[in-house]
């Protein structure tokens, strides 16, 4: 088993520059590789050490990584960048989304209203709009109906109240 767990230590090692010394030893064993210390302790600020336990075959272990604090905290940091441009740049899409459904919810209704009112000042009192919702942008379109109906009725009214007067006369 040391054997195997020596070649497993050289080859994390091998990959992994930041790490400068990978222990494996027995729950019982005396903390060895940093010069017989008795358990994990705090060396100093610029290194960090973390121990887990762990099974390897039926042997319980415990596997100590010491880092170079660093080193670490550059791949964290890189991480978080990351993360903070994923999130950004997923934000950006997800306001763009809103943004274009918003345009074409809203303010294409609306468009349509003003052409609708614009034609009705300019003489067009049969201008009816299409059903624009259930919503108040949908009253409004009906409302609008309504008036120019109404508008294209009384103005058909006085026509005729002003034929017959000139008629008679």
Known sequence: I??????TKDSIIASE?????LTIFDQSSVWA????IDGPQQFSDDWLMTDRPILFGS???KLAIITDKQKTLEVIDQEGKFIFYITFASAFILISLLALILKRNLVDRIEILAKGQAQLTTGKLQ???PDLGHDEIGDLSRSFNDLS???GRATVSTDYVNDIISSTA
């Open 17 to 21: 520059t930041s790490i400068i010394d």
């Open 59 to 61: 042997q319980h272990l």
């Open 33 to 36: 590789s940093t010069g017989a």
């Open 149 to 151: 109906s109404w508008l």
């Open 127 to 129: 201008t009816q709009l």
């Open 2 to 7: 040391t054997d195997s767990l020596n070649a």
